[in-house]
């Protein structure tokens, strides 16, 4: 079993940056993929950013050349760095794993990009 705890988020003003943070514990055997999904408000949940064990890193391509995700492996943790944020970024932010343990979600954090 594998927990993830979510911190960084909050609110923003357009144009503004958050750094979101995922730290893993429990079973870490091998985490072969980390990354962050997301859902806004009557919408489906999608993936934002997902990192590999070896560092091959996959975008959706409404944040690439915004966002950047990054995991140390010694620490087991995933972080995103959110720059040039916009209103539709607001959403619920949730940290994913998948492992030699299954696949795990973390319990979400909210981001909120208004003036």
């Known amino acids: 079993q594998v927990q993830l705890v979510e911190s960084g988020g909050g609110l923003v003003q357009p144009g503004g940056s958050l750094r979101l943070s995922c730290a893993a514990s429990g079973s870490l055997f091998r985490l072969y993929v980390m990354g962050w999904y997301r859902q806004a408000p009557g919408n489906q949940r999608e993936l934002v950013a997902a990192?590999?064990?070896?560092?091959?890193?996959n975008y959706a391509e409404s944040v690439k050349g915004r966002f950047t995700i990054s995991r140390d492996n010694a620490k087991n943790t995933v972080y995103l760095q959110m720059n040039s944020l916009k209103p539709e970024d607001t959403a619920v932010y949730y940290c994913?794993?998948?492992?030699?343990?299954?696949?795990?979600w973390g319990q979400g954090i909210q981001v909120t990009v208004s003036s």
């Open positions: 994913h794993s998948a492992g030699t343990s299954g696949a795990s």
């Open positions: 990192v590999t064990e070896g560092g091959f890193k």
